[in-house]
Structures are given as structure tokens and as C-alpha cells.
């Protein structure tokens, strides 16, 4: 008899086996062992100990309204999206570690682009899956403490966030299902192709999702990690919710090729990605802050220029945002 599922418990379906989520027709992660002894061979490109934004800490506004969105990369796959009137906050990490503990786990090469005492109130928090530089304990329960924000997750999810914050707020929700968090604003749990895991024997035993977002300014679509999946889920999301102002999406943590092609987009794919959604501009976030992967620290930023380019995008739609840099659309 195999492990039980510690987070989640509900019917089967077609992304839920009883025990395990996956992904329909997708790529199941790679053995870790094999990464390791590639990396012992191939090695993987040095990281600076210290790589310091350009941009001045920022100190954003209370709230955004009328038709304007604004986006402030805090680091990582943190961002705080401002629009509609409402502050969200994806995937929150201020832990100087990715990893259990705060003690294990890649270190960051910079600090928060908005130290944790300048964000503004947050409302909601948008949490993709329970990977460590995107779940992080310590964060969510300093934000529950300070904020009492509704946490926007997939299943699986909040039982985790619990035990960091016993008290917190939940909207909890499966691919296909959607959440109410003004009456102006709803979000759309969307399918992402990844997976997910705290340790050695929870792996897959919490979903992962992508948020579309409506908002009186427009549709902002947030993807935290995925694989391309042959642009399946960008394609789909478009025909369901029409225009997208605004995708965040992934464009870190992609080398080696052979191993994390099924979970993580490179540039060329996520440009790829941004033209299926229809949207009208993008920000790629999950580089240059924790080094994951094998590829050096500004590659992707210098890899998405050149994919933009390569297919025709002007790269002011497209941006590589920085710690502490804010766009407004």
C-alpha cells in the first residue's frame, strides 16, 4: 500500500489518481539522482555571491485603480501586482533560503526589491504550488500576522500553510474553479504543468496552478513554474478568458534541457507562451535571485531578448524585470 496523501483528500479526476495529482498527457519530473551525477560530470555555470539589483529598493504606493495595473518585482517569483484597487502578492519568499528551514537550500544573491516592512497592505496572495522558493512558511505567516490576507491555492496547499499559520484565510480551489475575492475581482484557477514537493515522500500530493486574474483594469494571467506542454494550457487559457492585458510568466531555471524541459519554459518557449495567450504585454520573473539550474545568472534575461527578436517581438513587451523594478501598463 503506497503512502497517503498527507494534504488532500477528494474524488478522482483527471489530473487526481486518489493519491498523487499529475499532469494529463505531460512529462513526469526527472530522477534526481541522474541530475546530480550530470552535474558532478558537466558542473554548471558560477553565480556571483552577490548580485545587486540596479534598481533602488522601492517603496510602492498604497493602491492602484482606475485602469491601471502596476507590477514591482520583489525577487524570484515574487512579485506584487497592484490593480483594481487590490494588492496581490505571488509566491511569497523574503527568507534569505529556499529551503527548509531557512537554514538549507540556495542562498539569494540580492535582497527583496521591497523590504517586507515598505510592501503596502496585502490583500491577496496568489500561491502557485509548495516548492520552496515559492512556499515559504515564514513569509506567509509574517503576511497572516501583519495583513489576515486571503491565500488564493490549489488543493493540497493550505493544509501545508496551517502549520507555519493556523489562523490564515484560505480560497482554495482545483483546476477550472474560481474565487471571488472583491466584487470586482475574481481569479481563475488555471492548469500549469508541474509539480510538487516539500520532501522525499510528499511528491505530487499537492496541486499546482496558474491564476487568471479579472480585474476592472483587464486580465492579468500569472503562471508560476511550467513546462510548455506544447503550448497547450497558454492556448486553452486564451480561448476560455479572451484578452489578456497582462502574462507573467517564467523565464529561469531551465538548464539542463534534458531534465527540465517537462517543468520549466526556457525564453524561446515562454515568448512562444506569451504569443498563445494573446496578451498585450508580458514580465518574466524566476531568474536571476536563487540559482537553481545550470545556466548563468543573466542568461535569460540576454535569452529572451534574442527569442524576442528571433520571433518578432519588440522587446518592450517582454520585459526581465529586476528586484526593486516596477512597470505600469
Same mark, same amino acid.
Given at each position: ?12 479526476? &483527471?489530473?487526481?489518481? @486518489? ?24 558542473? =554548471?555555470?558560477?553565480? #556571483? ?21 502596476? =507590477? ?13 484597487? =487590490? ?18 537550500? #540556495? ?5 527583496? @526589491? ?22 515559504? @512558511?515564514?513569509?506567509? +505567516? ?136 494573446? +496578451? ?7 531568474? @536571476? ?13 540576454? &535569452? ?11 522587446? &518592450? ?13
Amino acid at each position: 500500500m503506497g503512502t497517503p496523501n498527507r494534504y488532500y483528500s477528494g474524488p478522482v479526476s &483527471d489530473h487526481f489518481d @486518489g493519491t498523487h495529482f499529475f499532469n494529463p498527457g505531460g512529462v513526469a519530473p526527472g530522477n534526481v539522482l541522474r541530475l546530480l551525477r550530470w552535474r558532478m560530470r558537466n558542473g =554548471v555555470a558560477g553565480w #556571483p555571491r552577490h548580485w545587486p539589483s540596479p534598481h533602488q529598493e522601492a517603496r510602492p504606493a498604497g493602491n492602484v485603480n482606475g485602469s491601471d495595473v502596476r =507590477v514591482t518585482l520583489i525577487g524570484h517569483a515574487t512579485l506584487l501586482i497592484q490593480a483594481g484597487g =487590490v494588492n496581490f502578492l505571488t509566491d511569497p519568499v523574503y527568507s534569505n533560503r529556499a529551503g527548509p528551514f531557512g537554514i538549507a537550500g #540556495p542562498k539569494r544573491v540580492n535582497p527583496p @526589491g521591497v523590504a517586507f516592512g515598505d510592501l503596502p497592505r496585502i490583500d491577496v496572495v496568489l500561491l502557485t504550488h509548495n516548492h520552496y522558493d515559492h512556499l515559504d @512558511g515564514r513569509t506567509l +505567516a509574517a503576511l497572516v500576522d501583519r495583513d489576515n490576507p486571503w491565500i488564493v491555492t490549489p488543493l493540497g496547499n493550505d493544509a501545508i500553510v496551517r502549520t507555519f499559520a493556523p489562523e490564515a484565510r484560505f480560497r482554495v480551489g482545483d483546476w477550472g474553479d474560481s474565487a471571488e475575492v472583491t466584487d470586482r475581482i475574481r481569479i481563475h484557477f488555471e492548469p500549469a504543468h508541474h509539480w510538487s514537493a516539500r520532501g522525499l515522500s510528499d511528491r505530487r500530493m499537492a496541486l499546482w496552478s496558474a491564476f487568471l486574474i479579472e480585474t476592472p483594469a483587464g486580465n492579468i494571467y500569472h503562471v508560476g513554474d511550467t513546462g510548455y506542454h506544447s503550448g497547450v494550457n497558454f492556448r486553452a487559457t486564451a480561448e476560455k478568458h479572451g484578452s489578456v492585458r497582462l502574462a507573467i510568466l517564467p523565464i529561469g531555471a531551465y538548464e539542463p534541457r534534458w531534465f527540465m524541459a517537462g517543468q520549466h519554459t526556457n525564453p524561446d518557449e515562454s515568448v512562444r507562451a506569451f504569443q498563445l495567450c494573446g +496578451a498585450d504585454h508580458a514580465i518574466g520573473h524566476h531568474w @536571476g535571485t536563487f540559482q537553481l539550474t545550470a545556466e548563468a545568472i543573466d542568461e535569460p534575461a540576454r &535569452d529572451l531578448d534574442e527569442a524576442s527578436e528571433r520571433q518578432g517581438i519588440a522587446r &518592450d513587451r517582454f520585459l526581465a524585470l529586476r528586484p526593486g523594478q516596477s512597470v505600469s501598463y
